[in-house]
Nanobody
Framework: QVQLVESGGGLVQAGGSLRLSCAVSGRTISLDTMGWFRQAPGKEREFVAAIGWWSGDNVYNVDSVKGRFTISRDNAKNTVYLQMNSLKPEDTAVYYC???????????????????WGQGTQVTVSS
C-alpha cells in the first residue's frame, strides 16, 4: 500500500509561483510513475505532468502547462514536486498527486491507470 499527501497549495496572484509537494509513504519500491492532475470547478480532472519514479523521465500536458510547470522527484525524501511558475487564473484547481505501479503504463496521462491518489491541495490564482 502507498499513501500520498499533497501540500503547498494556496492563494497567489497571476504571474506568481507555487511549489507543490507530494509526500510518498508505504511500499515505494513498487512504484513506477508519479503524476500530477488537477480539477477545476465544474470540469473533469485533467493530466498535468508525470515523472518516472526511478527513471526520472517526464512528460507534460503541453497545451496547458509546458514551459511553466516543472515536475521533479527526490527519492531520498520520497517526495514529488510540481514547481508552478507564471501562474494564470485558469490554473485554479484542486491539484492531486497520483501513483502508478505498472511499468507498462509508464508516464501515462490516463487517470484510470493510477493506483493511488492523494487528497488534493487547492491552488487559487487571482487576476
Amino acid at each position: 500500500q502507498v499513501q500520498l499527501v499533497e501540500s503547498g497549495g494556496g492563494l497567489v496572484q497571476a504571474g506568481g509561483s507555487l511549489r507543490l509537494s507530494c509526500a510518498v509513504s508505504g511500499r515505494t519500491i513498487s512504484l513506477d510513475t508519479m503524476g500530477w492532475f488537477r480539477q477545476a470547478p465544474g470540469k473533469e480532472r485533467e493530466f498535468v505532468a508525470a515523472i518516472g519514479w526511478w527513471s526520472g523521465d517526464n512528460v507534460y500536458n503541453v497545451d496547458s502547462v509546458k514551459g511553466r510547470f516543472t515536475i521533479s522527484r527526490d527519492n531520498a525524501k520520497n517526495t514529488v514536486y510540481l514547481q508552478m511558475n507564471s501562474l494564470k487564473p485558469e490554473d485554479t484547481a484542486v491539484y492531486y498527486c497520483a501513483a502508478d505501479r505498472d511499468l507498462i503504463t509508464r508516464l501515462s496521462p490516463a487517470i484510470g491507470v493510477y493506483d493511488y491518489w492523494g487528497q488534493g491541495t487547492q491552488v487559487t490564482v487571482s487576476s
